[in-house]
């Protein structure tokens, strides 16, 4: 492991941290920035990467280890430095006398005899949350909300394994991606002839639109920015696939009505279901947010359901599990336009109101919702 100094892999991630609780910045673009201007080995960028990612996730827990061992409340650089050394004593594998002596060294000099004491105390005393969010590292609202909604055994479950680490199964074309996001793409793809036409209508940053276009179909990625648009474009000519690309709000789509065989809504979400890849969403979703994202996944169901040609099928999805933004869309939605299920989904789906979820324990992946329906 590299010296103390620009590129120590502690103080690395202290930057990154500090970002994230300071300036409010996305956990993912920071690391990647931060990673960007360093030499680490891949073993380092390893260990940055779960020291963020990790940190950022058991936030809530590391704060109630550190917060008994404190007298007077610290400013944030410091608690940053407390979290991180936690995270590594109780959750990161890191042995007592490395995690402490390391952590205090990239610790402001006039507060490391502070976070010594601190940690050493940490290092030997065991967890005692006082509740289960403390425990998970979650906001109560999310242990409240999927509790409710999917039932006190399963929501635990998911929630424990969204404190786990994320990982990406390669596609038979080479392109990384969760398996829950792949079997979305099957869903949609699912017996549409060669060359069958396609509408991705929140396609960024492309993982679902190029899984259609190489199974077949005839493909137009659209999407209302054209920085994100140009992702989908990089990772479809990395693949060797040619799709059309349209800047467009989805909640307007410039399409003509019935040009498509299947259609599909990926639509933007709390994300609750991909806590374990973002993670800093945990804290920054709100309940409010919920209820506002289901008006929008409604809208937008709505706009979309015109473009889908007689005989096909309109696909809406959403990477969350809450009940307002996947039954509570679905019945809503339904009830409005009159649109038809087009029946259960397969295993290892979940049966979930007329369509199917898929928890993050099943395949110890995302979790993931999706809602079919036919168009006369």
């Not at 390893?46 to 007077?72: E, I, N, P, Q, S």
């Not at 409240?144 to 074309?173: Q, Y």
């Not at 017996?191 to 509408?199: D, F, H, N, P, S």
Request: with cysteine; aromatic share 4%.
């Amino acid at each position: 492991m590299a010296e103390t100094g620009t590129d120590d892999p502690r103080r690395v991630a202290v930057e990154v941290l500090g970002r994230i609780e300071r300036d409010n910045a996305f956990a993912n673009l920071a690391l990647a920035a931060a990673l960007g201007r360093t030499d680490l080995d891949r073993r380092d960028r390893a260990f940055v990467t779960d020291l963020v990612y990790g940190t950022t996730r058991m936030r809530r827990a590391c704060d109630h280890m550190v917060d008994r061992f404190l007298h007077d409340e610290v400013e944030p650089g410091v608690r940053t430095v407390l979290r991180m050394g936690a995270y590594q004593l109780h959750w990161g594998g890191v042995p007592a006398h490395a995690a402490v002596s390391a952590t205090v060294a990239v610790a402001p000099r006039r507060v490391r005899g502070l976070c010594n004491a601190v940690l050493r105390r940490v290092s030997e005393s065991k967890p005692n949350p006082p509740s289960r969010a403390v425990e998970l590292s979650y906001p109560d609202w999310i242990i409240e909300t999927l509790t409710t909604d999917l039932g006190e055994a399963a929501a635990v479950e998911a929630l424990e394994a969204m404190n786990r680490p994320a990982t990406a199964v390669a596609r038979e074309d080479g392109y990384h991606q969760d398996r829950a996001s792949q079997l979305v793409s099957e869903v949609v793809a699912d017996g549409l002839a060669e060359g069958a036409r396609v509408a991705d209508l929140c396609a960024a940053p492309g993982g679902k639109a190029t899984a259609i276009a190489s199974a077949g179909a005839s493909v137009v990625a659209a999407d209302r920015r054209q920085r994100r648009l140009n992702l989908v474009r990089i990772n479809a000519e990395g693949l060797g696939l040619e799709m059309g690309l349209v800047v467009a709000d989805a909640n307007r789509p410039p399409f003509r009505p019935g040009g498509f065989e299947r259609v599909l809504v990926d639509a933007p979400c709390s994300g609750l279901g991909v806590l374990r890849r973002r993670a800093d969403s945990r804290w920054r979703v709100t309940p409010d947010d919920v209820d506002e994202l289901a008006d929008i996944q409604l809208a937008l169901l709505t706009a979309a359901l015109p473009l889908v040609a007689p005989g096909g099928m309109l696909v809406y999805s959403v990477c969350t599990l809450t009940a307002a933004e996947t039954t509570g869309v679905d019945e809503r939605f339904r009830e409005s336009t009159g649109a038809v299920p087009a029946g259960p989904l397969p295993e290892p789906w979940r049966a979930h109101g007329s369509g199917g979820m898929l928890l993050p324990q099943d395949l110890d992946a995302e979790g993931m919702a999706v809602f079919r329906y036919e168009v006369a």
